[in-house]
């Protein structure tokens, strides 16, 4: 069955960086454009970066253009987020995803 692992969150002061990673099984990764969301605490899930199969192509939701990048290894089966100049409001539960699956998540705290 599909699953998706996502880890490397954590709590960052503002400014700082993490990078996400999100390892995949049960379905051809190198075949499937990916995706990552976030949800920040009492709001909605949102689409925050997606890439296409051979990482030609990225796309970014405008509040994280430039400071985030979305990346993927085939080898690996691995999707990752590197996010950089992180801000207060950039803290969520950030899922990697591609249709309507996605994983169980990891946290990410941005405070000082």
């Known amino acids: 069955q599909v699953q998706l692992v996502e880890s490397g969150g954590g709590q960052v002061q503002p400014g700082g960086s993490l990078r996400l990673s999100c390892v995949a099984s049960?379905?051809?990764?190198?075949?499937?454009?990916m995706r990552w969301l976030r949800q920040a605490p009492g709001q909605g899930l949102e689409w925050i970066a997606g890439?296409?199969?051979?990482?030609?192509?990225?796309f970014y939701k405008d509040s994280v253009k430039g400071r985030f990048t979305i990346s993927r290894d085939n080898a690996k089966n691995t999707l990752y987020l590197q996010m950089t100049e992180l801000k207060p409001e950039d803290t969520a539960v950030y899922f990697c995803?591609?249709?309507?699956?996605r994983g169980q998540g990891t946290q990410v705290t941005v405070s000082s």
């Open positions: 995803g591609y249709l309507h699956y």
């Open positions: 049960g379905f051809t990764f190198s075949t499937t454009p």
């Open positions: 890439i296409n199969t051979g990482a030609e192509n990225t």
